[in-house]
């Protein structure tokens, strides 16, 4: 069973920085593209970054272009997404996504972890 594990969310002020992982367990993520995704309070969960399963392709979603940086390590079965400039309106839960795609009209995933909370304030 595949299990994605986020961590390192948490409270951060307006411009400041945070770093979020992911530790995959079940499966090895070395042939899948990986991706993050969030969802704020009252909305739907919105695609954020995405990352080829070599490490040699990201692709971003415009509002955070610049700002975050999306990496991967297969040896360790890991992803982090770092966060820097942050803005209030990257409040949300973030989920790490596995075998992500364009699945249907939108990017999507085959698996999801729990969440973390993301709050950004003023």
């Known amino acids: 069973q595949v299990q994605l594990v986020e961590s390192g969310g948490g409270l951060v002020q307006a411009g400041g920085s945070l770093s979020l992982s992911c530790a995959v367990s079940g499966r090895n993520i070395s042939s899948i593209a990986m991706g993050w995704f969030r969802q704020a309070p009252g909305k739907e969960r919105d695609f954020v970054a995405v990352?080829?399963?070599?490490?040699?392709?990201?692709y971003y979603e415009d509002s955070v272009k610049g700002r975050f940086t999306l990496s991967r390590d297969n040896a360790k079965n890991t992803v982090s997404l770092q966060m820097k400039n942050m803005k209030i309106e990257d409040t949300a839960v973030y989920y790490c996504?596995?075998?992500?795609?364009?699945?249907?009209?939108?990017?999507?995933?085959?698996?999801w972890g729990q969440g973390t909370q993301v709050t950004v304030s003023s």
């Open positions: 996504g596995g075998d992500v795609g364009p699945y249907g009209r939108s990017w999507s995933a085959r698996s």
């Open positions: 990352i080829h399963w070599s490490g040699g392709k990201t």
